[in-house]
Nanobody, 122 residues
Framework: QVQLVESGGGLVQAGGSLRLSCAASARTFSMYTMAWFRQAPGKEREFVAA???????YYADSTKGRFTISRGSAQNTVYLQMNSLKPEDTAVYYCAARRGPNTSRIDLYHYWGQGTQVTVSS
């Protein structure tokens, strides 16, 4: 069983930055892709970014160029550096993991964290 715990959310003004972290408990994270999704009030959960076990990244068009996903040296942590934040980035951000390649398909991720709130004020 894999458990994911997110941290780093909060309130920030438009144009500011935040860094989210996700720590995964697992004996080995070989061959796992880790990703971030987000869900705004009244909207469906959507893909933000993903990174596979060799460091290949994949971004949603809405976050490309502003957000950066990375993995820690221990491989069982993932970060999301968010710059130039906009009010429309306000959402609960979820960390997710799957054993397999990068994908934006939400139904292919097997493990989920509880989420961390990010609020961007205008």
């Amino acid at each position: 069983q894999v458990q994911l715990v997110e941290s780093g959310g909060g309130l920030v003004q438009a144009g500011g930055s935040l860094r989210l972290s996700c720590a995964a408990s697992a004996r080995t994270f070989s061959m796992y892709t880790m990703a971030w999704f987000r869900q705004a009030p009244g909207k469906e959960r959507e893909f933000v970014a993903a990174i596979n076990w060799v460091g290949n990244t994949y971004y949603a068009d809405s976050t490309k160029g502003r957000f950066t996903i990375s993995r820690g040296s221990a491989q069982n942590t993932v970060y999301l550096q968010m710059n130039s934040l906009k009010p429309e980035d306000t959402a609960v951000y979820y960390c997710a993991a799957r054993r397999g390649p990068n994908t934006s398909r939400i139904d292919l991720y097997h493990y989920w964290g509880q989420g961390t709130q990010v609020t961007v004020s205008s």
